[in-house]
Structures are given as C-alpha cells and as structure tokens.
C-alpha cells in the first residue's frame, strides 16, 4: 500500500498510508474506535473509493489477484436473515472457481462440509445463519473463506462477540493456515491477544502508527501514539 487516502463525505478516513504485509504471518490491525482498520482492508479491495494511492498485490492489481484472496466481513454487514443454511454459505467460498449460474455439484458440498468440521461446525451445517450463536455465525465465515483456498485472508474482527473456547478455536486454524504458509490480516480489538497470537502489528490512528514484528513494533511509546 502506497501513499493510500481515503474520505467519507471529503472527511479523511485514511491519510497518507505506507504499508508491506509480510507474506506467511498472522497481521492483526489494530487501533481506536474510527482509527479507519475495516476501511483499510476495504480500500485494498476496492469496496471502497481511493482519493489516491496505489494497492498491489503481489505486484499486481486487485482486479488480476482475487483468486488468491479471501475477505471475512464484520459480522455486523450480514443480514442474519437471509433464507440459507450454514452450508449455503460455506459453499459461496466456491463460486469464483465454479463460475456464476452454475449447479453446486457433490465436490463444492465435499468441501463446504470438511470447511465446517475444520471449524467444529459439522453438526449445525443445516442450520438456517439466523439460528445460529455469534460465535457460529463468525466460524460459519471463516469457513466460507477457507473453502476458497487462498494464499492471503483479510478477516474483519473474526474474534468479535465470540467466547473464549471460540476464539481458541479460530486462533488454532489460523496457526494451521500459518504453517501451511498463508498470510492471514485481521482486524482485532483484544490487544492482549495481539500480543500473544500474532506475529507482525499494523497500529493505525488515520495514520500508520508504527508496523512490524509484535516484540519491536508493539510498545507502550507506540501505544500511546495510537491510542492518546
């Protein structure tokens, strides 16, 4: 990320960000409450206008890349309502190597039903999204990500609303996807977890506070900097 700003209403969100994500580690970003963390990972998408910068995946576009990328939302945008099953939704993971307007076949169901056991779901997979705990619904998305194998996730506040087995068990995968040599993202809030589970820190107040390995880049200095 080069030089990226971003403005709601011409009111800057994000100004003047420089950023390198590391391949094969676990990133979470963290910062305050309007700190610009969820627009970050939108404007690298594109689900968001730039006023400027310049986003590359490796060295490329977004537009040439996003076979090799998987986004987890908040869980806040999802209308919990929708008619499908937690099956259902595992099984969008599949659409981009499926091709729209084509039938799910026994492969796609294959996966999304080993995606949900990867996340301890395999017994709520006929489930309607609505019946299922915060907690559920989060894995229901990390699954969905998984199913599309990619090298890099962008994951926005997976842990929120869940219990602390939950967030051990979301932790455990994102190990698996570490050693198998993904990168993973994470928006985070729990900066005591930040510290003990991930490799590599973003801090972001609008501006990039400081970025790098947690045992240099996270530091009371750096945390006040970030946080007032």
């Given at each position: 990320?080069?030089?990226?700003?971003?403005?709601?209403?011409?009111?800057?969100?994000?100004?003047?960000?420089?950023?390198?994500?590391?391949?094969?580690?676990?990133?979470?970003?963290?910062?305050?409450n309007g700190a610009g963390k969820s627009t970050l990972?939108?404007?690298?998408?594109?689900?968001?206008?730039?006023?400027?910068?310049?986003?590359?995946?490796?060295?490329?576009?977004?537009?040439?890349?996003?076979?090799?990328?998987?986004?987890?939302?908040?869980?806040?945008?999802?209308?919990?309502?929708?008619?499908?099953?937690?099956?259902?939704?595992?099984?969008?993971?599949?659409?981009?190597?499926?091709?729209?307007?084509?039938?799910?076949?026994?492969?796609?169901?294959?996966?999304?039903?080993?995606?949900?056991?990867?996340?301890?779901?395999?017994?709520?997979?006929?489930?309607?999204?609505?019946?299922?705990?915060?907690?559920?619904?989060?894995?229901?998305?990390?699954?969905?990500?998984?199913?599309?194998?990619?090298?890099?996730?962008?994951?926005?506040?997976?842990?929120?609303?869940?219990?602390?087995?939950?967030?051990?068990?979301?932790?455990?995968?994102?190990?698996?996807?570490?050693?198998?040599?993904?990168?993973?993202?994470?928006?985070?809030?729990?900066?005591?977890?930040?510290?003990?589970?991930?490799?590599?820190?973003?801090?972001?107040?609008?501006?990039?506070?400081?970025?790098?390995?947690?045992?240099?880049?996270?530091t009371i200095d750096n945390l006040r900097r970030t946080?007032?």
């Amino acid at each position: 990320v080069h030089a990226m700003t971003v403005a709601y209403d011409r009111k800057p969100v994000l100004w003047d960000v420089d950023l390198d994500i590391p391949s094969g580690e676990l990133v979470c970003i963290v910062g305050p409450n309007g700190a610009g963390k969820s627009t970050l990972l939108k404007a690298c998408l594109g689900l968001v206008p730039c006023v400027s910068g310049d986003i590359r995946f490796w060295g490329g576009a977004i537009a040439s890349q996003r076979g090799r990328v998987a986004y987890e939302p908040q869980r806040e945008s999802v209308d919990w309502d929708f008619p499908v099953n937690a099956l259902d939704v595992v099984m969008m993971g599949t659409y981009r190597k499926l091709g729209w307007c084509r039938p799910i076949g026994a492969k796609q169901r294959k996966a999304g039903r080993e995606a949900l056991d990867r996340v301890g779901l395999q017994d709520v997979m006929d489930r309607q999204i609505s019946q299922l705990s915060g907690g559920q619904q989060q894995r229901v998305f990390l699954a969905r990500a998984l199913v599309q194998d990619p090298e890099l996730y962008l994951m926005d506040e997976p842990f929120a609303s869940v219990d602390a087995s939950t967030e051990e068990a979301i932790l455990e995968v994102l190990r698996d996807l570490r050693a198998s040599g993904r990168t993973v993202v994470c928006v985070h809030h729990d900066l005591q977890t930040a510290q003990e589970a991930f490799d590599w820190v973003v801090m972001l107040n609008m501006r990039v506070v400081a970025a790098g390995p947690i045992q240099e880049a996270f530091t009371i200095d750096n945390l006040r900097r970030t946080y007032g």
